[in-house]
Every structure is written in structure tokens, then in C-alpha cells.
């Protein structure tokens, strides 16, 4: 099994708080994990530091081979992210932006131009090539938020709570991207408030209070926990937790 997420322990400390407290968990080549957790759980900070935005406090991990500790800037390489707060430029045109993302990233000319009319064309977007960012409807804006995040052919992509605001349709649509980039060997981190999105990732882990207290499959997970859905597993687990925001 090829693991290109490997925790151990892994903890965070803020002074007297322990806002991740020892997690071990594994992620698998092209998995679409789903990382869950009421507010103030841990998840963030535990994103960070698998980012290489925040050095642990204890504990070990490696994202795509490489260590959290010391090698943070081959982490960044090798790693796509998209928030939900929208991670592109909105006064640059579409066109524009999958140049300068593609440039931060480190591709070519070529492979900029060849990559980004792919991407404009999968996503229909080729008559709005010269349009402003800020004049695209928001599920149009999180779709290409997400083409950009993984335009490079990254190993994983971290998504935070990536689809908020966005209606229905478009949340569909948007995991249809998750699910393509998952088949070209791409391995998915998500945070999700929508419990019903729990049920797309193969594996979900749930924290409460910094600590990972269930991690399974969502079939495994409701059998575990006698429910019919993951809306009752989270509120099993949640209900549990003594700190919030």
C-alpha cells in the first residue's frame, strides 16, 4: 500500500492548549479522505501543519515522502489547496490566473498553454477566458479554483470546506472533479460541513476535541454506530466535545 500521508502522534500545542492532540492516521495514493470535525476540533491546525504552514509541537509525519518538520518547502510542491473562501485573484481574468498559478507552480510556457485550454474547455469556460475572476457565478468560481489547485499534477490536493455557499447542483458537480482527480492518481484531503459529502470519500476520520475519536469507511462507520446516516454519526461523536470556537 502506498501511503502518501503518514501521522504519528502528531501534536500541536498553543502555550497550555493542546489543539491536536497525538493523531495517527494514514492516507492512501488517490484516496479521497474526508477529515471531519465540529468547530474547533483541531482540524485546521492539523491541515496546517500538513501543509508545511506550521511546524508540530511533538510527534511525526511525512506528506508525499516528505518530513513536516524539515523539508516544509517540498511539502508546498507537491501539494495543491483550495479554501472555500476562494483562493484565486478577482481582478485578473480567468485566463490570467491559471498563467500565474501555473507559473507559481512551476510549469513551463508549454505546459501552461496546453494545460489551460484542457481546463477551460473541461469546464466550459473558453468564451469567459478574458472575463474577470469576480464576474463568474460562485459555483463557476469554485470549479476553477479547484482546476487551478491541481493544474500541476500535484501528489494531494487539500480542500478546506471547499464547496460552502454553493447550491446543490453545483456541490454535484463539483465532486465530479474530486472524483476525476482522484482516478488520475491525485489524493484528496477534504473538510466538509455537509455531512451528505462525508458519503463520496472512501475513508472519513472524525475529530473532537484535537483527538481523532472514529476513522473508517462510511459504510463501517454507521454500522459501527447504529445509524442510518453520517449526520448521526457526527452527532454522536460531536455531541461528546467541550470546546467550540
Not at 497525538?22 to 491541515?47: C, D, R, W
Not at 462507520?221 to 460531536?238: C, G, H, I, R
Request: charged residues 25%.
Amino acid at each position: 500500500m502506498e501511503y502518501v500521508i503518514k501521522t504519528d502522534r502528531l501534536t500541536k500545542r498553543f502555550g497550555d492548549f493542546t489543539a491536536t492532540n497525538e493523531i495517527t492516521f494514514e492516507v492512501e495514493k488517490a484516496e479521497i479522505f474526508g477529515f471531519l470535525g465540529a468547530n474547533g476540533a483541531g482540524k485546521t491546525t492539523a491541515m496546517r501543519m500538513l501543509c508545511g504552514l506550521s511546524i508540530p509541537s511533538s510527534g511525526t509525519a511525512t506528506v508525499a515522502g516528505f518530513d513536516v518538520y524539515k523539508q516544509t518547502e517540498e511539502i508546498k510542491r507537491n501539494i495543491g489547496y483550495m479554501s472555500q473562501r476562494f483562493s484565486l485573484y478577482e481582478d485578473l481574468t480567468v485566463q490570467e490566473n491559471i498563467r500565474f498559478f501555473g507559473g507559481i507552480y512551476g510549469l513551463s510556457n508549454r505546459e501552461i498553454k496546453t494545460k489551460g485550454e484542457d481546463l477551460l474547455e473541461q469546464l466550459g469556460l473558453k468564451n469567459e477566458a478574458k472575463k474577470l475572476v469576480a464576474s463568474l457565478p460562485l459555483g463557476w468560481k469554485q470549479k476553477l479554483s479547484f482546476s487551478v489547485a491541481v493544474l500541476h499534477q500535484p501528489k494531494i490536493v487539500f480542500l478546506d470546506e471547499p464547496t460552502g455557499g454553493v447550491d446543490p447542483v453545483t456541490r454535484r458537480q463539483f465532486w465530479d472533479l474530486i472524483y476525476e482527480a482522484s482516478a488520475k492518481g491525485i489524493t484528496v484531503f477534504v473538510t466538509t460541513h455537509y455531512m451528505d459529502e462525508a458519503e463520496y470519500c472512501n475513508r472519513i476520520s472524525i475529530m473532537v476535541d484535537g483527538k481523532i475519536e472514529a476513522l473508517d469507511t462510511p459504510a463501517n462507520l454507521k454500522s459501527q454506530f447504529k445509524a442510518s446516516s453520517m449526520d448521526q454519526v457526527f452527532y454522536q461523536l460531536a455531541r461528546g466535545a467541550k470546546r467550540s470556537d
